[in-house]
């Protein structure tokens, strides 16, 4: 990637997105991974690969990469819907009905639960 044009890699969330709204969410996934690789704690970048994920069907991965995305940034409500569904998903409906139902403000700073 040291190579690739700085323009590529900040578009890289929104093309990863475009494939998901196509169906392709095993090309999504790839764009998307290369951009977490890029800009490791980006909210953006975390959700829509763990949208690439939960697409897939890899929910544990999906669950992993949605709990990165940081509380306060604007990407943690569909993180957080996100992963309830992923644990739904992978036969943890209790947890994920707890999660759904807690307060997005009553664990504190930090990353989701």
Avoid at 25 to 41: F, I, M, R, S
Avoid at 67 to 72: A, L, T
Avoid at 73 to 99: D, F, K, N
Wanted: net charge negative; hydrophobic share 45%; aromatic share 4%.
């Amino acid at each position: 990637l040291a190579s690739t044009d700085p323009d590529r890699l900040a578009d890289l969330p929104n093309m990863a997105r475009a494939y998901l709204a196509l169906g392709r969410p095993d090309k999504a996934l790839v764009l998307a991974e290369q951009a977490v690789d890029e800009a490791p704690g980006d909210a953006e970048r975390c959700l829509v690969e763990a949208q690439a994920q939960l697409a897939l069907g890899a929910y544990a991965d999906a669950a992993d990469s949605f709990s990165q995305v940081p509380r306060g940034s604007r990407s943690y409500p569909a993180a957080r819907l996100g992963l309830t569904q992923a644990l739904a998903a992978s036969g943890l409906g209790t947890l994920a009905q707890e999660i759904s139902a807690a307060s997005p403000h009553a664990h504190g700073r930090g990353q989701l639960p």
